[in-house]
């Protein structure tokens, strides 16, 4: 059975930074594109990043470039979402999603909550 | 690059047909064949209910179908069912635009 299990959410202070983890398994990990996928709170869904199979493809959001990094470890089936920086508008539930533009497999979401 | 345009609401009787409309450009919905639709229970991780613009995922009742047509695609939802209650959103591959990702607004989809 595919899971990503989401971790890494939290309070932080406007400016302060956080590290988004996504647990992947269930399936070969890495043979697929991640993305990360945010929704602030009464909002709709917002692409933030995408990393390839390698990690030498990553795109991002222009909202978030120079501010947020994606990266993954495919020895421990993991990709991450390191965030500086971090503004009142990035509060929202972050979302790991397996696949490069369909996602067929989400994790259940962490929630950041950037606020003084 | 702007979010696709979806309506906001959308509504129908149980058994009826409902079709949900995402607009976006030749640059997005109308340049690739990457469109997805996902279904959204509150407090739930988003579904995928259709990819590329007319594929069903494994388990997705075929009451849920997709179609494009030039720089717009539609979800519609056959034979509704009270648990098709819920938001949907589109999704569309833009290439090498940035985002490279798109996603609509979102309808609220109500079974009356």
């Known amino acids: 059975e595919v899971q990503l299990v989401d971790s890494g959410g939290g309070l932080v202070q406007p400016g302060g930074s956080l590290r988004l983890s996504c647990a992947a398994s269930g399936f070969s990990f890495g043979t697929y594109w991640m993305s990360w996928v945010r929704q602030a709170p009464g909002k709709g869904l917002e692409w933030v990043a995408n990393?390839?199979?390698?990690?030498?493809?990553?795109y991002y959001v222009d909202s978030v470039k120079g501010r947020f990094t994606i990266s993954r470890d495919n020895a421990r089936n993991s990709v991450y979402l390191q965030m500086n920086s971090l503004r009142a508008e990035d509060t929202a539930v972050y979302y790991c999603?397996?696949?490069?533009?369909?996602?067929?497999?989400w994790g259940q979401g962490t929630l950041v909550t950037v606020s003084s | 690059q702007s979010a696709l345009t979806q309506p906001p609401s959308a509504s129908g009787s149980p058994g009826q047909s409902v079709t949900i409309s995402c607009t976006g450009t030749s640059s997005d919905v109308g340049g690739y064949n990457y469109v997805s639709w996902y279904q959204q229970h509150p407090g739930k991780a988003p579904k995928l209910m259709i990819y590329?613009?007319?594929k069903r995922p494994s388990g997705v009742p075929d009451r849920f179908s997709g179609s494009k047509s030039g720089n717009t695609a539609s979800l519609t939802v056959s034979g509704l069912q009270a648990e098709d209650e819920a938001n949907y959103y589109c999704?569309?591959?833009?290439?090498?635009?940035?985002?490279?990702?798109?996603f609509g607004g979102g309808t609220k989809m109500t079974v009356l």
């Open positions: 990393i390839n199979q390698d990690g030498s493809e990553k």
């Open positions: 999704s569309s591959f833009a290439g090498s635009n940035t985002p490279p990702v798109l």
């Open positions: 999603a397996r696949g490069q533009a369909s996602f067929f497999y």
């Open positions: 590329e613009v007319s």
